[in-house]
Nanobody, 124 residues
């Protein structure tokens, strides 16, 4: 059984940084693409960034380009999201997701596997 566990969320001041981690365990051999989504109160869940393991391709939402960096450690089955220059509008629950295909999508229905989420709050 596949399990995704996020960690690294917390409270940070505007302009600060956080690094989120997503550790995958169980049947991970068929997973090729990991993504980070976020959901703010009263809003739809939106794609933030994704990474394809087969080619190392990455993609970012316009709102986080230049501030967030996604990476992965294949040996550890872990995906990271380095978040810099955080803004109050980045406040949300951040979710890790995974799919078997090698294409990065920002539509949540492409992802079968989800973590429970980690809260990120950006506030002074």
């Amino acid at each position: 059984q596949l399990q995704l566990v996020e960690s690294g969320g917390g409270l940070v001041q505007p302009g600060g940084s956080l690094r989120l981690s997503c550790a995958a365990s169980g049947s991970t051999l068929d997973l090729n693409t990991y993504a980070w989504f976020r959901q703010a109160p009263g809003k739809e869940r939106e794609g933030v960034s994704c990474i394809s393991t087969s080619g190392g391709n990455t993609n970012y939402a316009d709102s986080v380009k230049g501030r967030f960096t996604i990476s992965r450690d294949n040996a550890e089955n872990t995906v990271y999201l380095q978040m810099n220059s955080l803004k109050p509008e980045d406040t949300a629950v951040y979710y890790c997701a995974a799919r078997a295909g090698s294409t990065c999508y920002f539509q949540k229905f492409y992802y079968r596997h989800w973590g429970q989420g980690t809260q990120v709050t950006v506030s002074s």
